[in-house]
């Protein structure tokens, strides 16, 4: 008889490794503790709309990587591959909002996408993610960016960059959408299988394509940036200032849209030149409609999640002999 092992795409976390993990949570909580975030914790497995409206039907984790089933009670059922839409779902549910001002969230557990499995994404993955909802200040986007890297500093990881970019708003990504999709149509028969099929469901992920080819064609399309509304580059002007002000050094990427279609305006990622391919340790964004598109009133929402099993890499490579 053949032995059982784990599941393709998740992974044992042996004794020796342990302790790796509990140094990140118990700096997170004492950083966390006295920024006054507080914790919350939400179901791992949530109703499978809730995805498809907070994330959008045709993004990537929707359409292709979601593990979703129908329960016995006839129910559609998804295990939660990002730890937003079940925080926002939890905050209009239980009225948090009443309690007025900005409320700050922190939150860690499992999250869960078909993926291909590779050193550093697994199909059982953790987050420890921020939350930030009630302001709309770009003063809470340069919060959680700098929230985020004062962990990451308290860890002692180094080689780290910070991309920053604006999409802006609804209207400002509706006209970028149509000059990108104008520029890119004449090319469509060379982009690669994945960026044709988005071209027409979700253009803005092809500037994610890491295919040469793709990369190429994109060297000379339209920028972003470019169709900022003047309140949308005043916000965008404001945060780099601020950002710089308290001596976060920010590469501007027009080029970075992130993955979910929830995002308006702030998008980031933290990335480590230690990590090779899967380089991104941390990422967030603003996302001011989701609590209105989840039945809540319109509190405005700031995110960003740090990727454990990245972070315990880097652990690793600075700490061997844990």
Not at 223 to 233: A, E, F, K, T, V
């Amino acid at each position: 008889m053949s032995s059982i092992q784990a599941i393709r795409g998740t992974r044992d976390i042996l004794p020796d490794e342990v302790g790796y993990w509990q140094q990140i949570e118990a700096i997170a909580r004492k950083i966390f503790a006295t920024a006054v975030y507080q914790e919350i914790r939400t179901p791992i497995f949530e109703q499978t709309a809730l995805f498809e409206r907070g994330m959008g039907e045709a993004t990537d984790v929707v359409s292709k990587e979601m593990y979703t089933f129908t329960d016995r009670g006839d129910r559609a059922i998804t295990l939660r591959p990002e730890g937003t839409a079940g925080v926002v779902r939890s905050f209009v549910e239980h009225g948090m909002q009443a309690q007025g001002g900005v409320q700050r969230l922190w939150y860690l557990g499992s999250m869960f996408r078909y993926e291909r499995p590779q050193a550093g994404r697994q199909r059982q993955f953790h987050q420890l993610g921020v939350e930030v909802l009630g302001s709309a200040d770009f003063r809470a986007d340069a919060e959680a960016i700098a929230l985020a890297t004062t962990i990451l500093q308290a860890l002692g990881l180094k080689n780290l960059r910070i991309e920053l970019n604006s999409i802006g708003n609804g209207d400002d990504r509706q006209k970028y959408r149509a000059a990108l999709v104008n520029y890119l149509t004449p090319h469509q028969a060379d982009l690669d299988s994945d960026s044709q099929d988005r071209l027409t469901r979700n253009p803005l992920r092809i500037l994610d394509s890491k295919n040469s080819g793709t990369q190429k064609i994109l060297k000379d399309a339209p920028s972003i940036l470019d169709y900022l509304s003047p309140d949308s580059q005043q916000r965008f002007d404001r945060l780099q200032q601020l950002l710089g002000d308290l001596g976060i050094v920010c590469n501007i990427n027009d080029r970075l849209v992130r993955g979910l279609d929830y995002y308006t305006h702030t998008v980031f990622e933290i990335q480590s030149d230690d990590l090779g391919s899967q380089a991104t340790v941390c990422a967030g964004g603003r996302y001011d409609g989701l609590v209105a598109e989840l039945g809540g009133p319109i509190p405005l929402v700031l995110v960003g999640a740090m990727g454990l099993e990245r972070l315990v890499i880097l652990l690793q490579q600075i700490q061997p002999a844990h």
